[in-house]
């Protein structure tokens, strides 16, 4: 059985677009956090794929620290 992702729309909205890196920090680490603790399905997996793509263009080292940190030997951490 595939689990689901707990992310709404508004939390992706709020990941790229919040004006506070400390939010946007937390809510990488929401993400981050799911990530590496399901089994995706192959929609989630490409879904995941293109947050943490976000994620990882933040122009705060904060916010990409915290994906890193929380995806660290994550089994679902896309490699491409």
């Not at 909205?13 to 400390?22: A, E, F, M, T």
Request: a positive charge.
């Amino acid at each position: 059985m595939v689990a689901q992702l707990k992310i709404s729309s508004t939390d992706v909205k709020r990941l790229v677009s919040h004006p506070d890196r400390d939010v946007r920090a937390g809510l990488a680490q929401k993400v981050c956090r799911q990530v590496r603790a399901l089994e995706l399905s192959e929609q989630e997996r490409e879904t995941v794929k293109q947050i943490l793509w976000f994620i990882a263009r933040d122009t705060a080292a904060m916010v990409r620290r915290a994906l890193a940190v929380t995806l660290k030997n994550s089994p679902n951490y896309p490699k491409k």
